[in-house]
């Protein structure tokens, strides 16, 4: 079975630029967060969409950040403008069921570098 | 304080060795327990679930302390690809449907 598909695996980009993050979940899952990872600040939930409903985005850090969940299928993480801080592992999971039952399954992440 | 603290080591353990975990936790509402391991430059990877009555899988060993609000994870009989990053994660509803999860135990196993 296919796991969580990210793309791209790298980007590398200049700042102010535009930065599209895609992830497509397993099949069958109905859960999907997106999340970001660095080193000072370890692993963060920046939105979760269930059944592709946006259901919590407080961890998104500002307007700068969007993200859509347009079928069960596809999911996209957007930065504009793109800033240096931005860089960060960016990881998709998805789950079947809410997360207090079942286990996140991770995609491989994106590792973005805004310069 | 940060929701879940973990000692981020690293741990430098002799192969055969045996080592544990723990993490601290500060809402005494949470209510599932987790340990998710992370290779370098990988995506984490769900290891085992922690269960009131604490649990086992094979040379891993997970337990609960609500008391004190920690879990623990032990690892007996060390390998050398039991090196890589172990987050202890933490649920409870008041965060939503978020998982918190802690920045990470690094292990390293030597031979």
């Known amino acids: 079975d296919a796991g969580v598909i990210q793309s791209p695996r790298h980007e590398v980009t200049e700042m102010g630029q535009e930065v599209t993050l895609r992830c497509k979940p397993i099949s069958g899952h109905n859960s999907l967060f997106w999340y970001r990872q660095t080193m000072m600040r370890g692993l963060e939930l920046l939105i979760y969409?269930?059944?592709?409903?946006?259901?919590?985005d407080s961890g998104m850090p500002e307007d700068r950040f969007s993200a859509k969940m347009p079928n069960a299928s596809f999911s996209t993480l957007k930065i504009q403008p793109s800033e240096p801080r931005d860089s960060a592992v960016y990881f998709c999971?998805?789950?079947?069921?809410?997360?207090?039952?079942?286990?996140?399954?991770f995609g491989d992440g994106t590792r973005l570098s805004i310069l | 304080r940060k929701e879940v603290e973990q000692d981020p080591g690293p741990f430098n353990v002799p192969e055969g060795a045996t080592v544990a975990f723990n993490c601290t936790y500060s809402n005494s509402a949470s209510q599932s327990f987790f340990w998710y391991r992370q290779d370098c430059r990988k995506e984490p990877k769900l290891l085992m679930s922690v269960y009131s009555s604490g649990n086992e899988d094979g040379r891993f060993t997970a337990q609960l302390n609500r008391a004190s609000q920690y879990i623990s994870l032990l690892i007996r009989d060390s390998k050398l690809s039991d090196s890589a990053t172990y987050l202890c994660v933490v649920y409870n509803s008041n965060s939503g449907y978020a998982l918190n999860f802690g920045k990470g135990t690094s292990l390293l196993v030597t031979p």
């Open positions: 999971a998805s789950s079947l069921g809410r997360a207090i039952n079942q286990p996140q399954h």
């Open positions: 969409f269930n059944n592709n409903v946006p259901i919590d």
